[in-house]
């Protein structure tokens, strides 16, 4: 069977885990700095923290705004951790809909739902398809709210020439197992703001002012104190190992991506009935993921699943999940969309002969018998 996604490893990744597994410190020490300092260089920021998931990074990045008994207008064409983060910190969840071919947040529609109450904005670049950042920010600007960037798929994206995640007040991204770069599981937290680095440091690490590491530069200093209720969302060298590997070939890995969406874009184009993902001028996407939109979902989806291929939905509009109900607002064009969202294989080391197994197939099935 030929997965959706797939993570890809060259064996740096068990080198540098060797070296980390040899070294007797396997919990949060140097190598999680390093990535933490490579990632933030590169995203263009001046500060990362590193963490367990992009659920905690997002978890995080409300507990920074504050966002209790205030509204956060947000998509529901997402993962759920990305509105839970707004329900884990009190905040009032406010759905927008969706732009038609992006799938990302529709920025004209954010204006007409921003209230007295509201405090933020949160931003998922869906499949790393850069959101209409300008219009986002200026909106943000007039209303003075917070913008959050959801960059789990958006690992390397780019929106006029800046990273995804270097443009909001943070940007979250997500190293879970068929992220563009994979730990297995594990996010960064990125932002220029030192206020917010500084609780952040201490908040991941259960609210500890310093963390084993900094103790045990001149012989092990056993005291610390403790300044909030902070949780265990931290990274460790384990993690941070695999991360610094991936992190090396992710342009190449990313370039992989965009060779293979090139290669379905151009086959897929003719066929009437299908709807190939839209690159707009402002982006220059991570491609994560390769999503079509067409008709009679379920049979195209059935016709491949019996060639060996598998596909996905990404995703369910959250609005429509059981414990979302209190926040439901009809939205016309996700509830339409979702029902012809399909999500073919697409991984730096999907083979020639599968992608084109993958092509014929929906050729095929299309094809007048
Ligand atoms: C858009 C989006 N946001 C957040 C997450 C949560 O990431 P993690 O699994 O690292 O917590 C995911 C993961 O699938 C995601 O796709």
Redesign the pocket.
Known sequence: MIPVFRPFSDGKEIEYLKAVLDSGWWGMGSRTREFEEKFAAYIGRKYAIGLN????A?DLAFKCIDIRNREVITTPM??V??NHAILYNQGIPVFCDIEPDTLNIDASRIEALVTERTKAIIV?HYGGYACAMDEIMSIADKYNLYVVE?C??ACGGEYRGRKLGSIGQAG?F???AV?NLSTG???MLVTDDPEWYDFLQKYRWVGITKDTFSRDKDGYDWFYDVVNLGHKFHMNDITAAIGLAQFEKLAWMNRRRQELTMKYNNALRELKQVEIPPVKSYMRPSYHNYVIKTEGREDLRTYLRERDISTGVHYYPNHLYEMYKPYYRRLEVVETIWKKLVTLPLFPDLKEQEQDLIINSIKDFFAPH
């Open positions: 998931s992009a659920t905690a997002l997402t993962f951790s990305t998922v959801d789990a798929h979250c997500s190293f879970q992220k599981d594990g996010g």
